[in-house]
């Protein structure tokens, strides 16, 4: 069906969009990493199953060691693997010299190197999640090396 009135609806509202992640990480870097860091999913889980997630490459291998119970809920898998992203990103970012948060215009968080590199970190925390593979811990020692 084609509703005229709604193409003139959506023009003027596609102007008033939110400008989202890209534009709040220029203005507070620090205030959306701390918002990244949060990762309440992933922490509850780990903690449930008797981890604690202390943002250290240690917790990462710790990570890729259990048992990986969410695959049975698709509902909490996709959430769940954004979240490993995100954590990913913040022992990267907290530990490995140079790195750092970058979000890209359309609002995706990556983690930036030293050397440039970025590190699609929510695209890998989705394949852990969803696969195994690659391993939070490998990830992480590819970012640390470079």
């Given at each position: ?8 609806w ?15 990480f ?7 990493a ?72 359309g ?40």
């Amino acid at each position: 069906m084609n509703f005229p009135f709604l193409d003139k609806w959506r023009r003027r509202h596609s102007a008033e969009q939110d400008p989202g992640l890209a534009a709040a990480f220029k203005d507070d870097p620090a205030g959306v990493a701390d918002l990244l860091s949060e990762c309440e999913l992933l922490r509850s889980h780990a903690a449930a199953a008797g981890l604690e997630l202390d943002d250290t490459p240690a917790s990462l291998a710790a990570l890729d060691q259990l048992l990986p119970r969410w695959r049975d809920d698709p509902e909490v898998l996709p959430w769940l693997g954004n979240d490993a992203g995100l954590y990913l990103g913040t022992v990267v970012v907290r530990t490995v010299a140079g790195a750092g948060w970058h979000v890209w215009p359309g609002g995706s968080p990556v983690v930036r190197l030293a050397s440039g590199r970025e590190i699609p970190v929510v695209e890998a925390g989705l394949d852990w999640a969803v696969q195994g593979a690659p391993e939070l811990s490998q990830v992480y020692a590819e970012a640390a090396e470079a």
